[in-house]
């Protein structure tokens, strides 16, 4: 009887999400599925950096000072366009994005493969929203972990969106002078 009762379950569960899936999409495609595994892939993942942190025995701080939340979040910035934009790492994404045209300074537009199983990731990974994600929480475990060579790294990609941000400056500032 427990098996029969089990299978009337699954089968009602499977036709609630099938119910939502649908209701939710109004008639567009919104891999929902996709989302719920990437939203567990998310967990799992500050779960591990999280265990790996306590394992340590690394204590935490009060609260962040507010330096920190400056360079995380400018180094969070950068990191994360360059993963999801840049033309230098479409190597990465390629699997699971079209190439649709140059977008900006050094950057691609690009969109997430129809196909059913990339089509989440493809979405996560042009992102730099998405991606900021997992990358404050990668620059955050890496400040509890391993505080200078992280800092460090920080610094350096907070220069380089520095630098970006003065390139385009005078990117500008040159258009406007020469009329271009």
Known sequence: MGTA?????????RGLVRRTEHDY?????????????????FGVYTAGWATV?????????????PWDVVLTSVA??????????ASVTSPLRAPFTTFVGPQGPAELHEEAQADDRRA?????????????VW???????????????????MGALTALAGADAL??????????????
């Open 5 to 13: 009762t089990d299978g009337r379950f699954a089968r009602r569960l």
């Open 25 to 41: 999409a109004a008639g567009s495609d919104r891999p929902l599925r996709g989302y719920v595994a990437a939203m567990a892939a």
């Open 53 to 65: 942190v306590r394992t340590r025995g690394r204590p935490l701080p009060d609260r962040p000072l």
């Open 76 to 85: 969070t910035f950068r990191l994360s366009r360059l993963l999801s934009k």
């Open 120 to 132: 989440t990731v493809g979405e996560l990974v042009t992102c730099p929203f998405c991606v900021s």
């Open 135 to 153: 990358v404050a929480s990668t620059l955050t475990a890496g400040q509890l972990l391993w505080p200078r060579a992280t800092r460090t790294t």
């Open 167 to 180: 390139q385009l400056a005078y990117g500008a500032l040159v258009s406007r002078t020469t009329g271009e």
